[in-house]
């Protein structure tokens, strides 16, 4: 099924069936081998985000800044580590049962590693935000940053306070705060490229 899905893909736009490829050939080495890697473990789960986002740009035929392939690449960096710290945490001894590479990692080292991700998210997503030819001229952009701000602050309490990374899925479709903060994020973006775009 997979290679009628990427044959079909190449078909329909040969830089969608190259993108899908890719993904393909990275996922099944991920599974096979990458997994087992630490730090290329999270990398290439991060990798796998980027390609989906360049892949629905390609199929909605839109430019998308190339700062917001920065932001998906760090953002899923950010929550990737974050998974790990919480599963480290939460299986303490027996951890390299859950997961091979967990035995590797330490929570200080997933913390600093946190905490770069967390700031160089925010920071790229603020570049974006006055530096994107896709937006408008008069940096309108720039009042949404407030609420990645807290979104990324609130993921960082949920994970280190209330020990609750290890399902970032579950996290964004239950924890209140957060889903406020993203209907606030898109309401304002939206209106901005409305207004100014």
């Known amino acids: 099924m997979a290679v009628f899905a990427v044959t079909a893909g190449i078909l329909f736009h040969t830089e969608f069936g190259l993108i899908s490829a890719t993904y393909l050939i990275t996922m099944l080495a991920y599974n096979i081998w990458l997994k087992h890697m630490v730090i290329v473990d999270v990398m290439i789960i991060s990798l796998g985000f980027v390609l989906r986002a360049m892949a629905g ?3 909605l035929d839109i430019t998308i800044s190339v700062w917001l392939y920065i932001c998906t690449s760090l953002g899923a960096l950010f929550l990737g580590f974050s998974k790990r710290l919480s599963e480290l945490v939460r299986a303490r ?5 859950q997961r091979r590479t967990l035995a590797s990692y330490t929570p200080r080292l ?6 770069v991700l967390a700031a160089a998210t925010l920071i790229s ?13 008069n940096h309108a952009m720039m009042l949404t940053i407030p609420f990645v701000m807290y979104g990324i602050f609130r993921y960082l309490y949920l994970v280190k306070v209330r020990h609750l990374g290890e399902a970032p899925e579950q996290i964004a479709l239950t924890d209140i705060p957060l889903i406020i903060t993203f209907i606030a994020w898109l309401t304002s973006a939206t209106a901005i490229l409305i207004l100014f775009g």
């Not at 997933?110 to 905490?115: D, G, P, S």
């Open 57 to 59: 740009a390609l199929v």
């Open 93 to 97: 001894e027996n951890a390299h049962l």
């Open 125 to 137: 997503y603020a570049l974006y935000t006055f530096s994107s030819d896709s937006l408008p001229d």
């Open 110 to 115: 997933l913390e600093q590693i946190i905490a």
